[in-house]
């Protein structure tokens, strides 16, 4: 049974005849009940379930960096994860149905107007994956030392994502990841980006290219 809220003008929650009222964000919303599909999708329907499933296997990982690099953006009209999707359809999605693939070096895991690290640069070697960048303060950016930096590394022959256990700080100029073994004796990607300590100004996401997991 669906409650009315606010009289008889307001908005309800629950199930009321064929409809469901709900609400996000302060705002209401009324939808239909599910209809089973009896008739096959569209050649249509397919291209987008499969431009959908190629990109959201990796964004959907990694969700905990994209609320934090996509947070600021929209965020009262769209989760950051759909302006993630919307951003990244648009940019890195390559190939042609049904072989759907990413352009990792445009792929953005972060999109804001903060200033980055500047010369970031990755190698590994030993098992150890080290990041660096510059830290020259920025005074019309408002940098800090205590600004949080955000690196994230996929090794796609395993399809899967590693970072920092903590974030570093741009005071600290660089980091060292251990590799898991599992990890090591393939090529990975590299992205990075900072963002102030309460997370209200991020910068763009770089990519810093691929690296040999020796």
């Known amino acids: 049974m ?3 809220r606010n009289g008889a003008n307001g908005g309800f929650k629950g199930k009321a005849g064929s409809v469901i ?3 996000w964000k302060s705002i209401n919303y009324i939808k239909g009940l599910y ?3 009896t008739r096959p999708a569209t050649e249509e329907q397919l291209v987008q379930q499969a ?7 990796f964004l959907l990982p990694v969700t905990a960096f994209i609320r934090i690099g996509f947070g600021q953006k929209r965020e009262a009209l769209m989760t950051a994860t759909n302006v993630a999707f919307k951003e990244n359809l648009e940019r890195a999605l390559t190939g042609g149905y049904p072989d759907y693939a990413l352009d990792y070096s445009k792929l953005r895991i972060s999109d804001g107007n903060f200033v980055g690290g500047g010369s970031e640069a990755v190698e590994a070697n030993a098992g150890i994956l080290s990041v660096s960048w510059d ?5 019309m950016y408002e940098t800090a030392d205590d600004d949080r930096v955000y690196i994230l590394l996929y090794q796609p022959a395993i399809d899967q994502f590693l970072s920092a256990p903590t974030p570093p700080r741009r005071g600290d100029g660089n980091v060292d990841i251990t590799l898991p073994s599992h990890f090591l004796g393939d090529e990975g990607h590299v992205w990075i980006f900072f963002a102030d300590r309460t997370k209200k100004k991020v910068s763009r996401s770089a990519y810093l ?3 040999n997991l020796a």
Do not use: A, H, Q, Y
């Not at 431009?51 to 296997?57: A, D, V």
């Not at 830290?135 to 005074?139: A, K, M, W, Y």
């Open 2 to 4: 669906g409650t009315i």
């Open 21 to 23: 009222g709900s609400s």
């Open 35 to 37: 209809k089973k599909r």
């Open 51 to 57: 431009k959908f499933r190629t990109l959201m296997r």
């Open 135 to 139: 830290v020259t303060p920025n005074e």
């Open 209 to 211: 290219g691929t690296v």
